[in-house]
């Protein structure tokens, strides 16, 4: 079965326009009571994305931030790619991971497994069958 691997990066900007987006659609007034806010993006203890929205001005009030799992990014960023008309495929496992100050959107279709390793400026897939052309080396 032929394996595809779908690399889709979101630069912090954008990120951050989405998540406001959503909030906004959430609660209209949202954005008015918040005045403008910054994004900070890390991975937790577990491996998942997590995300947080965090007012410039410190405000009263019970919630100093918002955050978001791995889920609530991964459904704002297909809404906002539906929105822009980015193309996605129905099927496919769909999983978010840093790479550098980005966020990229990984789509896998095909053989679940051969996992992608995404470091912090490299994206590298590992397919299993392959290892014995890799242990070969290069031809000389």
Known sequence: MPKEVRYILFSPAEVLDAL?????????????????VRLDM????????IARLVPQKPRSGPRAHWSFTAGDLLAILLQTCRRNRVPLPLRGHKQLELMGTSLCLIIMMGDPQAM????????????????????RGPRG
Do not use: F, N
């Open 20 to 36: 406001v987006a959503g909030m906004v659609l959430a609660q209209p007034g949202w954005q008015a009571a918040t005045g403008q």
């Open 42 to 49: 890390a991975t937790s203890p577990s491996g998942e994305v």
């Open 116 to 135: 992608p390793d995404v470091r912090l400026h490299e994206i590298r897939y590992l397919d299993p069958e392959l290892a014995p052309l890799r242990a």
